[in-house]
DNA sequence: GATAGTTTCATACAAGTGTTTGAAATGCAA
DNA sequence: TTGCATTTCAAACACTTGTATGAAACTATC
């Protein structure tokens, strides 16, 4: 293999259009012409335009998953096989909140491009994040062995409202800026964090008679 | 106008069509041979492929916003001008949660049609949702009277995170049941509700002290 | 039952898409 | 240099897409 300048400088165009453009309205067409390379350089590396758009999305995954896992193995090493609930869903939220929000003008190409896959939820991108399961398990087993009182079905859904305000404030995070007449701040991250963490944490550790509703469903 | 025949054939083949296999690959040919019309029909009732997904749209969360709104004056009337938190989030998550969620086998279409418009997001749609912002207006409005003691900043924070529960789960509900092994019943949706309000609900009303976490946040 | 307005239809259009091809250029080893 | 594999390139291919057209069929009114 020669030099990846031609790989890489696809991978590099398609990103900051996708990121900025969205994956709907840009064609391999446009990307080639940013990139500077010919329009069969896209199909001979990386064999589609699927395979192109897979490609860009697991680099980045795995790159926060990593981020995630390494900030949860070192909390549970310094609990001695249990960390504190707070603890984990910051590893679970912090990585992926940090590396999407902030000061807008600042944001990296890969957080904005990894802010639309997240938005437009294209084909090849569904395919991948399917397979995000056996990873989201490890936390699941975390969040266990942190609160052993707790039943599975309360671990899974704080887990699942842990990801659901991670998520739907990095998608929604021009509408809450506007609904709350920039009263919510984005930028300053770790507040964001702390505020996610902060309601998850109460979620899964609330005494099941603390409120009305909560009882209602345990009671069932 | 003669009989709409034709036309509400449409609007019926695309919102099944839609439902079933998304809006990424659902042509225009595809509707028309399911509804059993010409080809041109569509571009002669709607103008254009977009503005019947638009119309699909708009007719589904005209009648959902409808439901909430309902819901929520009846709160407020019985209330004196000001209804229980739990009350507010119940008439913000119920209804979108009660159309979306419930046993698969009998989602209606105009369920699984509104699904696939969160999971896709196609462009007419999420220039819909950007005229949403008033509707979630008035929620903010009467979470502010049920609680005057909170800031606004708390307000649309908790606000953001009960849809952020409620639109994440209908979103990943397929990942959720498998992640849990169907542990996490999703055909009870009155379950799902009160848990999303029981959490939005700690949210909105935690002491500001009563965990580190939410603490640190208060104290900038 | 002729007429005007609406609706349907087959068909064509224009444009854009990802992909393929086969030749030319390039790099590298012997 | 020669020979071989890799990489680049322009061009074309094969298709699909939403939309437009103009004639035909229909419907209701007078």
Redesign the interface.
């Known amino acids: 293999m020669a030099s990846d300048h031609t790989r890489s400088a696809i991978l590099a165009a398609a990103e900051r259009l996708y990121a900025d453009r969205g994956f ?1 309205d840009v064609t391999l067409r446009d990307i080639v012409a940013e990139a500077g390379v010919n329009l069969a350089a896209v199909n001979y590396h990386f064999g589609s335009k699927d395979e192109l758009i897979a490609e860009l999305f697991v680099t980045r995954s795995i790159a926060t998953n990593r981020e995630r896992l390494r900030e949860l193995k070192a909390a549970e090493e310094a609990g001695g096989g249990r960390a504190p609930i ?1 603890v984990i869903l910051r590893a679970l939220v912090g990585p992926t909140l940090r590396g999407c929000l902030g000061p807008e003008n600042q944001r990296s190409t890969a957080a904005r491009f990894m802010i639309r896959a997240s ?5 090849p991108i569904r395919r991948i994040k ?1 397979r995000e ?1 056996d990873h ?2 490890k936390f ?1 087993g975390a969040m266990r062995r942190s609160l052993p009182d707790r039943s ?2 309360d671990i ?2 704080g ?3 842990a ?3 991670a ?3 990095i998608r ?1 995070s021009e ?2 800026t ?3 007449e920039g ?2 701040d984005l930028d ?1 991250v770790e ?1 964001v964090v ?6 998850a ?3 899964l550790t ?1 005494g099941r008679t ?5 009882s ?2 345990a009671a ?1």
Chains 1, 2 share one sequence.
């Open positions: 709907g707070e938005i437009e939820s294209v084909p399917n399961i989201l398990r699941a599975d079905v899974y859904w887990l699942n409202f990801l659901a305000m998520h739907h404030t929604e509408r809450l506007k609904l709350s009263k919510c300053h507040d702390e505020r996610v963490v902060s309601v944490t109460m979620a609330a603390e409120t009305k509703a909560a209602k469903v069932r």
